[in-house]
């Protein structure tokens, strides 16, 4: 046996349309597939309706968005939201701009992520709580749970946290997780196709905190894996091993990261 | 011996000049500079023209293409047809969208692409029969060879449709292509980086037929000699392998995939 | 001991704001993780000067650039200079359109770089000097020395020139660089991540020609280590291996390709 969630993804093939951002399409896009699902990444606004039509699920990922790509964005969870498809929000850097933070308010006002997803800083950004960034990513170790909750309880929205430790808040009710490895901080996109699978894991049946929990502590454990590798000797070699090892059953990369 | 076709443009490194998607720049670029071509990506409108000016073969994906990428497109494109020098035109999940397809009409109303190449979903639509699609992926597996020539019928131009079985139509002839493997399906720009190598096939001096079957068939077995290497363990340490196999010569990996 | 400027890196971590091009942006993010900086890759006009103002250093590459990401990388450059921050300034292509010459001509006017560093045929465009190139490539060998320094002479400004042999131009001094690795040409942005990792050498307090010297002296030693490395059969494999060598010792590349 495996895992009651990925095997659902893998069943299914649930087909994700991405609006992200241009740093990690294409990372984004083999993580998917080597997991088990299908993407789609188009971001015209005059077409994104249509393909949320199909999707199973909807990421947005703000990390390089101009003005026109809010647009995009917000028409089509309106979209997913009215067909009732998961929308999982990562709000990559909000903290970054006075351009994103009106730009992810008014986003907010219009759709219903089914998750966010962000790390300490964005989270910490979005909960009206202070905490240091260093450019996309967040530094400092303060009580991520707190902050999770609060973000939670301010969006009334099921957060997932993302650092050493991640935080996952849905209603009633907080875990968290530890797997995971530090190579994940020196590759770009680890935060953004960890957004993807999650996506994946919540577009099939079941329970959202079972799926949210599952499809962490699967990412973190691929990573694991890929890093204790005889021929992974850095961050570079770490990749396509770790994309390799999201292909791979659970149950397997449980035995051998033991 | 290796082939000539690959010879031709290995001694060549024709200029191929690419309007693409977002997802697979990075990947057609470094699969055509290993193969022996020279890639080239901008599709600001005042300079296509230019660029085609110098360029050996041009290629259309219409992937991401928002509106305004299609008006480079067509500037590029008719630019091309001016020159003579080939246009491999890839209508990437053209059924997904109205929008897609309202372009792609005017697109090829407006250039006459030197061959199209397509899944089977894509070259469906062209063609007015009806296929399964999933997002940019085909499904299902009809009669190919019918399709593929209905299309040629239809545009009056070479059809390369891709698939387990690759079907290559051109004037008076129809021939098929078996190598590749299925990890070609796992990895995101495959029929995309396909495209690329055609185009720079087709921009050396030969026969048409002979270029596109060469072509073809190089690529799907530079698939089947990666996949069996020994530190290929899934799709993620496919790419890189991949990658290396399109620097071969053709008598390797024939010897080597026997 | 390694190297006081890569160390000086890796202890402050820099953030390096990128303005770049669609096809190298996620090569560049993980070539600068696994060195030691932190990137950050964001073009919207609205938030540039913020972005910026949180930065170490700024890069300006105009590979694939449309108007409007001119008007980004103006606004975003007065800002770097206002702050004086350093500019690395990459001119990819700038002789292959009007629009390219054109657009650089001002930009070179409104701000004023730190660095410009580009192949043969780039720096000769901007010397005024002949020069072949293909696409974005410089072809041809000849007095690359003089060229720099012509450059050097025309916008008083250090240059670095990449090629087989690399010449690097500081006020009253001229020095060339042999380390390096024919794959280089055969990988797409290895000049683009050359740029970044420049960038980030320059963003932390030292002299300029000391550290513009060690920056392309370290990459190239890093290529020439990945490319003798059992496991890298071409270009594909070399990838992964070279970004893993970015994240290693200066001393231990020197040991390991003596």
């Known amino acids: ?17 991405h609006i992200t951002n241009h740093v990690v399409m294409n990372f984004s896009a083999n993580g998917l597939l080597s997991f088990g699902g299908s993407p789609i990444m188009a971001k015209e606004e005059q077409e994104v ?39 999982l929000f990562d ?10 933070q009106a730009n992810v308010q008014k986003l907010l006002k219009e759709i219903t992520p089914t998750v966010i997803k962000g790390n ?5 950004y979005l909960a009206d709580v202070k905490w240091k960034a260093k450019g996309v990513d967040a530094v ?25 430790r991640d935080v996952i808040v849905t209603a009633g ?3 968290t997780n530890k797997t995971g490895h530090r190579w994940l901080e020196r590759i770009t996109g680890a935060g953004c196709l960890l957004g993807t699978i999650i996506t994946s894991c919540i577009s099939v049946d079941g329970d959202l905190q079972e799926q949210l929990k599952e499809a962490v502590y699967f990412y973190g454990l691929a990573a694991e894996y890929a890093s204790q590798l005889q021929h992974v000797k850095g961050p570079g070699t770490f990749i396509p091993h770790f994309i390799d090892a999201l292909s791979y059953d659970l149950t397997f990369l449980k035995e051998a990261t033991k």
């Not at 199973?56 to 026109?68: K, P, R």
């Not at 709000?91 to 994103?100: D, K, L, M, N």
């Not at 300490?120 to 910490?124: F, G, S």
């Not at 400092?140 to 050493?164: H, M, S, W």
């Open 173 to 175: 009710k907080t875990v």
């Open 49 to 87: 309706e249509e393909i949320v039509q199909v999707a199973d699920g909807l990421l947005l990922n703000i990390g390089t968005a101009v003005e026109q790509d809010y647009k995009s964005m917000i028409r089509a969870g309106i979209k997913a939201n009215d067909r009732g498809i998961p929308v």
């Open 120 to 124: 300490a800083a964005e989270i910490a």
């Open 140 to 164: 400092g170790d303060g009580n991520v749970i707190e902050l999770a909750e609060k973000a939670f309880d301010r969006y009334q929205c099921p957060v997932v946290l993302t650092g050493k």
């Open 91 to 100: 709000p990559v850097g909000v903290g970054a701009s006075q351009f994103r």
């Open 1 to 17: 046996m495996n895992s009651n969630v990925i095997d659902a993804v893998r069943e299914k093939s649930p087909l994700i349309h």
